[in-house]
């Protein structure tokens, strides 16, 4: 008899494979595989147990294959499947729980998701230990439910083992668990308004498919006393860039690149990288690692045909072959390069008296405001220093609703909380007073919202050039490439500022044939937020229309 794998170091070797380039992956599966090796090291917040990773992946090889032609009776994990294991239940906290209560997986259709989804049900039903783990199989429909139901419930009728040592009875719409009193059902959005309370795991499938938040936000809030819950959402891409789906796509992107710290929060996204060709043959495995197991490559080829000359189908092909969302901003400015720009010992006094140009973009009612001063260091290099301000009464209520930290960003000091529910102008006002004071203020430029117009008026006298500055193409695109350009090149330099660092990440950018530009957010989602972005643009159009600085040495304009 054949000895078990090593399922841990099969985890990590997959890692290091995706890591060292021997298996093509795409930047936020190479993330994840940086996160995995990354958090190993972790002693203290939580353990990694080989043993764990053993017990989930020999459980599944003991399943059969219910679906489709296979080599083998049994199913057989691929290294990626037993990477995402080894991860959801190979990390351990001090209670021995998982540490993951969250998991976000986005692949490819045909790549076995629905499977994977239907053993892990039974597994969570009877290897756990849980008295009476209600586990449920969600989705918008009843038989969108069943594509993780059924198989599972086949597995139950063809492993008699299994059965009989779990004492399991299979029902048309039900496994039920007499050893421990758990059961798995199928529901679907109207079934889970009374039925989705105290769930052990709750498995939504598709949840692109989601045309609003009802279902996901019943089963979110449903766990109740469950000491070990676990949501494990699957689904290919979609096109609602405002849903659910693809707001758990943003906060899985941002705890991938480390803008979020989310440490229950797992994620996993294959998909294409922006300036992939999707017909070179060379990058589907990025969005489809089980391409030549379960996703067959000359099938594929025909898709790929069918596809470069039906643009009807390249949508098709886009979305659901290799895993692009449609209707979707991409990205403008790299994070990572945002990042190598930070300089967190920056401190104001260290400008006392220098030349200051500010950009504020104001907020309406209880929303963020944004206030950026611009420096130039000793090489014209521009210097940015960051405020952010939300009413101290919304903190709680935007901590649930965008995935942002807002209270952890107050405690560190990235995010200033003025009192009440409305943003307070007063306090703006004194903190710009105190820059005027301590520096040599050029110019304060305003977005044009209408709440601006009380702090133009008040500084109008104490200010040299105190104005406006519309959003549009025309004005920020000189800003706007200059800001892009000096952050790819590293001819910049800021404080660090973590709200900033999450609204780098949520900026995109509109380019026009003219060659003008416009930044905007990364998705309609309102959450979003690019305030801090737009500040800094509005700092460096005062800094690139008001004259040379005093301490400067050219006359004239000064352009940087």
């Not at 494990?232 to 979609?238: E, K, L, P, V």
Request: with cysteine; net charge neutral; hydrophobic share 40%.
């Amino acid at each position: 008899m054949a000895s078990a794998p090593d399922y841990a170091a099969v985890a990590l070797g997959y890692a290091d494979a995706v890591l060292r380039g021997r298996i093509v992956a795409c930047k936020l599966v190479k993330a994840a595989c940086y996160r995995f090796k990354r958090d190993l090291r972790e002693k203290k917040r939580w353990v990694f147990s080989p043993a764990a990773v053993a017990h989930v992946c020999g459980f599944v090889e003991l399943l059969p294959h219910v679906e489709g032609t296979w080599d083998s009776a049994r199913i057989r994990l691929e290294p990626w499947q037993i990477f995402l294991l080894a991860n959801v239940f190979g990390f351990r906290l001090p209670d021995g729980t998982r540490r993951f209560r969250n998991v976000y997986i986005e692949v490819a259709r045909k790549n076995a998701k629905s499977t994977l989804s239907s053993v892990i049900a039974l597994y969570c039903l009877v290897m756990e230990g849980e008295l009476g783990p209600k586990v449920l199989t969600a989705a918008t429909t009843g038989d969108q439910a069943r594509h993780v139901f059924d198989p599972a419930k086949l597995m139950v009728r063809r492993t008699p083992d299994l059965r009989d040592a779990a004492e399991l009875t299979v029902y048309k719409d039900a496994i039920v668990c007499d050893m421990n009193g758990g059961s798995i059902r199928p529901i679907n959005a109207e079934a889970g308004k009374q039925d989705g309370k105290n769930p052990h795991l709750v498995v939504i499938d598709e949840l692109h498919a989601h045309k609003d938040r009802g279902l996901y936000d019943v089963l979110a809030s449903a766990f109740g006393s469950r000491r070990n819950p676990l949501m494990w959402m699957i689904t290919t891409a979609g096109y609602n860039t405002q849903g659910v789906c693809y707001e758990q796509r943003k906060i899985s992107e941002d705890v991938l690149s480390g803008t979020l710290e989310a440490n229950d929060y797992f994620a996993l996204i294959y998909t294409l990288d922006e300036g992939d060709d999707p017909f070179d043959e060379a990058v589907w495995i990025k969005a489809n690692p089980n391409l030549g197991v379960s996703v067959l490559l000359p099938q594929f080829r025909g898709y790929a045909a069918i596809a470069k000359h039906s643009v009807p189908s390249q949508g098709e092909f886009k979305t659901k072959r290799l895993n692009i969302w449609l209707n979707a901003v991409s990205s403008w400015l790299d994070v990572a390069k945002w990042d190598r720009c930070a300089d967190p010992a920056l401190r104001r006094e260290q400008f006392a008296g220098r030349d200051c140009w500010i950009g504020c973009d104001l907020s309406d009612k209880n929303d963020i405001t944004a206030v950026c001063l611009q420096f130039l260091d000793d090489e014209w290099h521009p210097v940015l220093l960051f405020r952010f301000y939300l009413p101290a009464d919304v903190v709680g209520e935007r901590a649930h609703t965008t995935g942002a930290h807002y209270l952890d960003w107050a405690t560190s000091g990235d995010l200033t909380l003025t009192e009440g529910d409305w943003i307070s102008r007063e306090k703006i006002l004194e903190d710009l007073r105190a820059d005027i004071a301590m520096f040599n203020v050029r110019s304060i430029l305003f977005d044009q919202f209408s709440g601006a117009q009380m702090l133009a008026e008040a500084l109008k006298d104490e200010v040299e050039h105190v104005g406006f500055y519309a959003k549009t193409a025309k004005n920020f695109t000189a800003p706007a490439t200059e800001f892009e350009s000096r952050i790819l090149r590293g001819r910049l330099r800021h404080d660090g500022n973590k709200v900033m660092r999450w609204m780098v990440g949520n900026a995109a950018v509109e380019r026009r044939v003219d060659k003008s530009l416009l930044p905007k957010k990364s998705s309609r989602d309102s959450t979003r937020k690019i305030d801090g972005v737009d500040a800094a643009l509005l700092a460096s159009a005062g800094a690139m229309t008001v004259a040379v600085p005093t301490n400067g040495p050219v006359a004239g304009f000064y352009m940087f």
